[in-house]
């Protein structure tokens, strides 16, 4: 259905703003990431069920900025591993 494939769009920009928010290109693994022939859910450290993020495990990568406000769009996650990085600024609380 258009809703769901709307959400799964909406999430894929959200790790987008996230991956240039914090110097993506030049994390440790980014296999994947942004591009436009692959699901965000195959790019490294990104786990789904049923099309839907629900897990990022980015530790140790080399993630260096600001976490971006969007990142609380990501509704379905249940675990987020983001520890031993560089990143500035909270996690919303939505997550």
Known sequence: PEELR????????????LFKATGGERWKRNEG????????????GVTCYDGFVTRLNLMRNGLDGTMPPEIGML?????MLLE?????GAIPSEV
């Open 84 to 88: 031993v990085n560089n990143i500035n």
């Open 6 to 17: 709307q959400e799964r769009e909406k999430e894929r920009g959200v790790l987008i703003t």
């Open 33 to 44: 990431w942004i591009e436009e022939s692959r699901e965000h859910c195959d790019w490294y």
């Open 75 to 79: 509704s379905n996650v249940q675990t």
